[in-house]
């Protein structure tokens, strides 16, 4: 279902001080957080964003084109851009428990999080990575698991290691996911639940930022055991990390 735009968009010194299309990124990252755009639904014509927003045509196209590389969107062909769901696998979602799926993530992202910090250059990539965790802390959508935007901001960490292989590797874990959540008949997730989730979001971003990739591998197994303790409601997996997997 297509859902109107909201019109109330004069671009601030906030918003000029980024690439316009980094600002656009941003924006419609929040709108398909807060739920103004589902999966599934398309996304307005690019000349109702463009107007919309105050930008040309060329500068949407470009920022649709960041999201659609982190699979947020979708471009089809005669028919326009739609959101796209959390990625899920049938033959590999069925039977995976949530325990396992996230100690899988946790020997992969761990380990990809302190090589992404020491890669990591700046440019578009850390910019959607920041957009992502500006995008959970502004949401107002909180009252439920915001699986979508975690899938996208943990392949984003990948992304930024420049390792199409390991991406490859920790993908199953992420199309796993929903279905093991589904499983796991997850209790009522609170706003308390969403602030923490985005408090450690920017802990782990401004960790990769600053080139530290101790701290980095530090915040993410501490982003990750307490997303187990929540998910699994197994307060034994929560607190300070042991140490670093990888």
Avoid: K
Avoid at 39 to 58: C, I, K, N, Y
Avoid at 119 to 127: A, I, K, Q, Y
Avoid at 197 to 220: P, S, T
Wanted: charged share 25%; glycine share 8%.
């Amino acid at each position: 279902m297509e859902r109107e735009l909201a019109a109330d968009s004069p671009v601030s010194a906030l918003q000029l001080s980024r690439r316009a299309h980094e600002f656009v990124a941003h924006e419609l990252l929040v709108l398909i957080l807060s739920g103004r755009f589902r999966a599934g639904d398309r996304l307005p014509p690019e000349r109702q964003l463009a107007t919309g927003f105050g930008v040309s045509r060329p500068t949407v196209r470009q920022a649709l084109r960041v999201l659609a590389a982190n699979g947020l969107v979708e471009s089809r062909i005669g028919s326009g851009t739609f959101v796209v769901g959390s990625a899920r696998d049938e033959s590999t979602g069925e039977g995976e428990s949530l325990r396992n799926v996230m100690e899988s993530r946790l020997v992969f992202e761990v380990g990809a999080v302190r090589l992404a910090a020491r890669r990591v250059r700046g440019g578009e990539d850390l910019e959607l990575l920041r957009a992502i965790v500006e995008a959970l802390e502004r949401s107002t959508a909180r009252d439920a698991y915001p699986i979508e935007i975690d899938v996208a901001f943990h392949r984003g960490i990948v992304q930024l290691t420049g390792n199409a292989h390991l991406a490859n590797l920790v993908a199953p874990c992420w199309q796993s996911l929903p279905a093991a959540v589904e499983s796991a008949a997850l209790s009522a997730w609170t706003e308390e639940d969403s602030a923490r989730m985005a408090e450690q979001h920017r802990a782990v971003f401004e960790a990769v930022r600053a080139g530290d990739a101790e701290l980095a591998g530090f915040a993410m197994e501490r982003n990750l055991r307490a997303e187990l303790a929540r998910l699994a409601d197994d307060s034994s997996a929560d607190g300070p990390p042991a140490r670093f997997f990888a």
